[in-house]
């Protein structure tokens, strides 16, 4: 874990200690190492120890969404991912095309006042920017060193908008932070953002009372907008997926909890699903000409199979509910 280590961040070089350097991790290894573009993270903030020997779900998912803020242990991890789910970028950039909508919806709504949980590092469509040309007021969290960082030096010049390192699993620490107090008024409506983070909560944290203890605190007229990865949609989005995804993180710990459509709709206990209801996150309304506009993926090395193309990525529930 470093802080600030520049010998570190070897852009081009693969750790081999924290990728399985076995058949197709090894070739991914090879390849990487001479495909990369260079690319220098900033050492991370005092108090801010950014973890380059490990993956973090945010680097990962900025990789895939064409972002430059990852390492090469990431991108080790995101091209592994690409063997076994070769359209798992596709998804996550479905779940960005969604959040995008969805901010749109919220804003016609009259929604002024954002809480972004498990915001991520900024990339194309934040939620800040969107919102922003509204005079909206956003509130980041996210608990990820690097999703902070460069958060943080995104929205240096922002009056009206931040983020806060926390544990979204502690709604009361986020609520009652001087920051989110400062720029949420409570007694007015929020939106609740939960996109693309709920399948790092497993069920053993009981993620259902923790999005009812954010809503115990939501004004009439508030929104929940959430997404989730879903079990049992197509013959690769459980079992061998799902595995690779936590072996890469290497620490043991499940840290991708697919759920069922039914223990999804549980989220909305409280609300009242707005149309079209709880669905894919491709079918939930419809697409302007900027949406379908696709969003920058990264280049592939050559032996990582091409993504499927749709409607083969159809692995995320969304919707979003009024309270
Ligand atoms: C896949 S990204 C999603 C980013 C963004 N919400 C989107 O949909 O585009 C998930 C983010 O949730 C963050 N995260 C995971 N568990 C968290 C927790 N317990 N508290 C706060 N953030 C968390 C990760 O660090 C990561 O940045």
Redesign the pocket.
């Known amino acids: 874990m470093t802080g600030a280590n520049p010998q570190h961040d070897e852009p081009n070089v693969h750790h081999a200690a924290a990728s399985p350097a076995t058949g197709a991790a090894a070739a991914t290894a090879t390849v990487m190492a001479t495909v990369m573009p260079p690319h220098r993270p900033r050492p991370g903030r005092p108090g801010l120890m950014i973890d380059q020997d490990r993956p ?7 990789y895939f ?1 064409g972002g430059q803020h990852n390492y090469p242990v990431d991108r080790a991890l995101a091209e592994q991912l690409c063997l076994t789910l070769p359209d798992i970028g596709a998804i ?1 950039r479905e ?2 095309a ?2 995008r909508r969805v901010i749109r919806f919220l804003l016609a709504a009259g929604v002024r006042q954002f809480l ?6 900024p ?1 194309q ?1 934040n939620v800040h920017d969107l919102v922003g040309c509204a005079r909206g007021r956003v509130v980041y ?4 060193p ?2 902070v960082e460069t958060s943080l030096e995104v929205l240096a010049d922002e009056a009206n908008a931040t983020i806060i ?5 502690d709604p009361a620490s986020v609520l009652d932070h001087p920051q989110a107090r400062r720029l949420l008024d409570l007694s007015e409506p929020v939106a609740v ?5 709920l ?3 497993p069920d053993r ?1 009981d993620p259902w009372e923790i999005v009812r203890q954010y809503g115990d605190r939501m004004a009439p007229g508030s929104f929940l907008a959430l ?1 989730q990865g879903v079990a049992g949609t197509r013959p690769d989005s459980g079992g061998c997926a799902t595995h690779a995804y936590n072996r890469g993180y290497a620490d043991g710990a499940p840290r991708l909890s697919l759920r069922t459509r039914e223990d999804t709709l549980a989220f909305f206990d409280g609300f009242e699903l707005v149309a079209p209801g709880l669905v894919f996150i491709e079918d939930w309304r419809p697409k302007l000409a900027e949406d379908l506009a696709p969003l920058s993926a990264p280049k592939l090395p050559a032996h990582v199979p091409a993504p499927v193309p749709a409607p083969g990525h159809r692995a995320a529930l969304g919707g979003v509910g009024l309270r």
């Open positions: 973090s779900t945010s680097r990962v998912y900025d969404l996550m779940n960005r969604f959040l972004d949980l498990g915001s991520g590092i990339n469509g969290v996210d608990i990820d690097t999703a390192q926390a544990d979204l699993r953002l939960l996109l693309g983070v399948h790092d909560i944290d997404s």
